[in-house]
């Protein structure tokens, strides 16, 4: 039994403080955060860190605003909690209609719940709930893409393509699923294809992969807008969800676009669908929706899905005894309403430019730097270990880990992605700040990420040698 502790040592960072809370590694400890405030965080140490990432692309209006605060503690001394089997709450309420006053593209109603994986779990059970309703039973598989993340639980898993996180899980699965070409093409381009070349060919995959296991059978395609985490900020080339959109429409399949990650103002518009020709039957939201001041994530559905419940059953076969929480919605609604009145979105696509041609003038010349990429306050910068044949690094250099990690210790936060090709192969970091990110500390940001990328260059360098 390990030793109790009952001394009041202050906690250090990098050091363990007590031994009850399961950290997600059991060898390196997570750095101590006392405060966050703006776009910085305070290290236990005293360190203070330039959130380039917003956490993992969450802290959309920064740390610490004391409008949410005063928002949710209002709420709490209000209603903090109730069940929405009986009951519904104003806030809860008004933020569904905030966000889809005039039922934008068609999007009628929305479902909230805790997590971007209870999200997508909801539109996928929504989905096979629409085609259940009318008399379609046998619509059971979903066709996604390679190198996406929809979330952590059995069923999202199970859609999605981060293969590290699977390997355990082996024969656990939703089997139901297939796995079509992401429309990656630094990756997945051939060499001489044009964009609308490219776009065709994965298309004409889609279609394949849709006749193939039998169009009566599948009840929706899954994708993210703009990918996130798990191949860094690839946008989709022109046309192809509008030809995603046609062939979904053409067998009678459900198109959910996954904006967890990249919505909510991430890529420059509310949704980052809105850049494309496309709308979607089922929206996820998350990460921005509460912007880290509480946990919730939601989905926005299209008023003819909803129809078919309504014709149907006259209910969502679906729920949670955390969804919609009063607290939570009070939050959101702030962050919302914050991001309204102060023209946040606009300023994300400005700022957005502002950091692309930081990115692109401060990197591109560094010799590890494959590809940067992105849009609106959403980039990534993948690395090679031979920018001619884009060779990557060996996985066991783990380069994209080593440059976060230095740039971390640098004062920067970055997220970092491993596997961005394959799964396997491939470095990626990404940035995702706050949307209230000043000009001047996007300068900061990338200097140091360039400062990072020189010193493990040099270090991976002298390990070969
Ligand atoms: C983060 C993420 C999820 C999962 O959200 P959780 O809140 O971590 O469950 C799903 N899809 C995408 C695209 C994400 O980025």
């Not at 007590?18 to 997570?30: D, I, K, N, T």
């Not at 405060?35 to 140490?45: F, N």
């Not at 959403?378 to 066991?396: I, N």
């Amino acid at each position: 039994m390990a030793p109790h502790r009952d001394d009041d040592t202050p906690v250090q960072s990098g050091k363990p403080h007590a031994e009850h809370l399961l950290h997600r590694s059991l060898v390196m400890h997570p750095s101590m955060v006392t405060s966050a405030k703006g776009t910085h965080l305070t290290l236990s140490s005293g360190q203070r860190i330039l959130d380039a990432c917003a956490g993992a692309a969450v802290a959309v209006i920064g740390h610490g605003n004391d409008e949410v605060h005063d928002a949710l503690l209002a709420q709490a001394r209000k209603v903090s909690y109730v069940h929405t089997q009986s009951y519904t709450t104003p806030v809860a309420e008004e933020l569904a209609d905030f966000i889809l006053q005039g039922s934008p593209h068609g999007l009628e109603k929305a479902f909230f719940v805790g997590s971007g994986s209870e999200a997508v779990e909801s539109a996928l059970k929504l989905a096979r709930q629409y085609h259940y309703e009318r008399g379609q039973p046998e619509r059971l598989h979903v066709v996604s893409r390679k190198q996406s993340y929809h979330g952590n639980t059995m069923a999202t898993m199970s859609v999605s393509y981060n293969v590290a996180r699977k390997v355990p899980y082996q024969g656990f699965a939703y089997p139901h699923v297939s796995y079509v070409t992401p429309p990656y093409a630094y990756r997945y381009g051939l060499a001489g294809e044009t964009e609308a070349a490219f776009t065709a060919r994965l298309l004409r995959e889609l279609e394949d992969e849709f006749l193939r296991v039998g169009p009566d059978t599948v009840m929706a395609f899954i994708a993210e807008t703009v990918i996130g985490a798990t191949a860094g900020c690839v946008a989709p080339p022109r046309g192809y969800l509008a030809g995603v959109r046609a062939l979904c429409d053409q067998y009678g399949i459900l198109l959910i676009l996954d904006e967890i990650m990249c919505g909510t103002g991430r890529t420059g518009t509310f949704f980052a669908f809105e850049q494309e020709d496309v709308v979607p039957d089922i929206v996820t939201a998350a990460k921005g929706l509460g912007g880290g001041y509480a946990a919730i994530a939601g989905i926005y559905v299209r008023g003819r899905v909803i129809d078919a419940l309504r014709q149907g059953s006259k209910a969502y076969n679906h729920g949670h005894t955390y969804q919609a929480h009063p607290i939570s919605c009070a939050a959101s609604l702030a962050v919302q309403k914050i991001i309204r009145r102060d023209n946040l979105v606009s300023r994300c696509r400005t700022m957005g430019k502002v950091l692309e041609r930081l990115l692109r003038s401060r990197l591109s010349d560094l010799r590890t730097v494959g590809e940067i990429r992105g849009r609106g306050l959403f980039w990534a910068v993948e690395f090679v270990q031979d920018r001619e044949t884009r060779e990557t690094f060996d996985p066991s250099v783990g380069f994209g880990n080593r440059v976060q990690q230095e740039a971390f210790r640098r004062g920067v936060a970055v997220y970092p992605g491993a596997g961005t090709v394959d799964g396997v192969r491939g470095d990626h970091v990404l940035l995702a700040p706050p949307f209230t990110v000043t000009e001047e500390e996007l300068e900061t940001v990338c200097r140091v990420l360039r400062e990072a990328i020189e010193a493990q260059e040099a270090a991976v360098a002298g390990m070969a040698a």
